[in-house]
């Protein structure tokens, strides 16, 4: 695979795929690694709100729990969130894209006129009202944002599908008898990944940041969950103060999301090999 | 004498569109002999691409084609969707950018397509193909089966696509323009390379242009199309020498090289979804005469294998 030895060659997203890999063996064996794997859900009233210390690295949150314990238990839930809402988002947007870009006609102008729709309600304020309508949590928070994001599939898919529906290569598939879902999925689309990649990628990165942002507004997880953004929602009343109890959460927050931009840069660099040479 | 390699008889192309049907070819007839070469020339517009579309099978969706036949090697491919000429032509395309995926490697794109119609091991097929980019002078031929498209230039490209298709050792070989998107310099290398190929393996040749200098130095013969109808064809040095359509003896005063003064030919090519009636050419023809807008002209045999469609061929241009 010389896409993956590129990527490795770049140190920057190489990074970035670090950061993505570590968070994903910390979800993996979180409740292995957390200390106090139990403080997800205990209190220890006695012990609220320590500073940093040898024996809480990340200090104690206003229930007595174990911070350093809470952001590796979620850790879990941020990766859940993203990796979901993006394969669903993936799941509705190519289809449509491919589907759109392909026919001419009604067909494709209604679908590219829904998704028009879809990109013109804000995405924070159509999960927010989802959140309301369905019950809040994690659930309804997932399904907004997949509602939300695969519109940018569609797109990109639609845009690539339309620029190559009249290419020679195409036209030669259809002459010698390839049903349109062969040359669609196999041909095609290997034409848009490189796009829908780097799509995803970055799309995971900001998942995570809307999902934490929503669990900041109360939308998304609920109390005693060890989400992140929830967690900085409940440090508030406690700022000055207790410092840590926002900071690292928000830092792995800033991390993951990073890590994930980084990897996305690194991955369209690598993937798609007309614009190899744009870095050298 | 053995049969043609390809003969279109009274071949009529329609397209249905927006703006209603589109006559885009009607009763045209010609024939590519066997280790012969065939220039179909002729201005924008007039059906040179949907003629090489529908011989190779690809003419686009809404098409139909409601009267003619398309022969090759003695054999209908109209009627048997091109299953028996699969592999057997090859095709130059106009526009190599997009002739391959941009996506997968040039040499596995043809290698895929030998796997399929050629004879052989893989290994064969990689000696040949290796065989073939030498022939068409790519340079380092053995690393270029491992580059993608876009890596290389322009002509290169040309030269990659000309390998492609001849891999399949089709028995003809279709070109439609394939040198209009290069400079002068590289036309005249990829033109001395195709005649060559060809008269070196008896190819037969079907060479779509709209440049009578580079149709004069590739092909034996031609056939003038105009909007969708051959106005003339015959032997090319006969018919560049003395023609005898109006349109062909203005199309050839309207070459820089030949002419004195720039002459032009009045109006323009008719829209396809609205053919005048009778002859096509009727209203610019400077020698048009009142019956010529009723009945199209039927192909007078001027001997010598030279045809023209039209019956005032001998009277002098005004």
Partial sequence: ?280 | MSPPVLQVEGLAVRLRGEGGVAEILDDVSLSVPRGGTLGVVGESGCGKSTLLRAILGILPRGAETPRGAILFEGRDILSDRAESARGRIGFVPQDPYLSLNPVFRAGDQILEIMRRHARGSRRDHRDRLVELFRAVQLPDPVAALRKYPHQFSGGQRQRLLIAAALACDPALVVADEPTTALDVTTQREILALLRGLVTERGLSLLFVTHDLGVLASVCTEVAVLYAGRVAEAGPTRAVLDAPRHPYTRMLLACHPDRATDLAGIPGTVPAATAQPTGCRFHPRCPIVHSGCAVEAPPMVSLGEGRAVACPWHEAALA
């Avoid at chain 1, 490795?8 to 890999?21: C, K, Q, S």
């Avoid at chain 1, 990340?58 to 174990?66: Q, S």
């Avoid at chain 1, 159509?126 to 659930?139: F, R, S, T, Y």
């Fill in chain 1, 1 to 280: 695979m010389t896409a993956l030895r590129l990527l490795l060659r770049d140190r920057v997203a190489a990074l970035g795929g670090l950061i993505v890999l570590f968070a994903l063996v910390v979800a993996i064996f979180a409740p292995w690694i957390a200390p106090y794997p139990d403080d997800a859900f205990e209190s220890h009233i006695m012990q609220r709100l320590r500073p940093p210390s040898a024996e809480f690295p990340f200090g104690t949150d206003n229930l007595g729990r174990d911070i350093l314990s809470r952001v590796i238990l979620g850790t879990r839930n941020a990766l859940l969130v993203a990796v979901a809402v993006v394969l669903a988002a993936m799941a509705i947007g190519v289809p449509i894209g491919l589907a759109a870009g392909w026919r001419e006609g009604w067909l494709s102008e209604t679908l590219m006129r829904v998704t028009d729709v879809f990109l013109a309600v804000p995405q924070l304020i159509l999960a927010l009202a989802l959140g309301q309508l369905i019950a809040p949590g994690i659930g309804a928070a997932m399904v907004a944002l997949a509602l939300t994001y695969w519109p940018f599939f569609a797109r990109t898919v639609f845009a690539e599908t339309r620029r190559l529906r009249s290419a020679l290569f195409v036209d030669a598939l259809a002459g010698i008898g390839a049903s349109p879902a062969r040359i669609l999925f196999l041909h095609v689309l290997p034409n848009a990944a490189p796009a829908v990649l780097v799509r995803a990628t970055i799309g995971m990165g900001f998942t995570i940041l809307t999902a934490a942002i929503l669990g900041f507004l109360g939308v998304g997880a609920a109390p005693p969950s060890p989400d992140w953004g929830l967690a900085v929602s409940e440090a508030r009343q406690h700022l000055p103060e207790a410092w840590w109890f926002p900071t690292f959460p928000g830092l792995a927050i800033l991390v993951l999301v990073l890590g994930f931009n980084l990897l996305g840069d690194g991955l369209r660099d690598a993937a798609d090999p007309r614009l190899r040479r744009s870095r050298r």
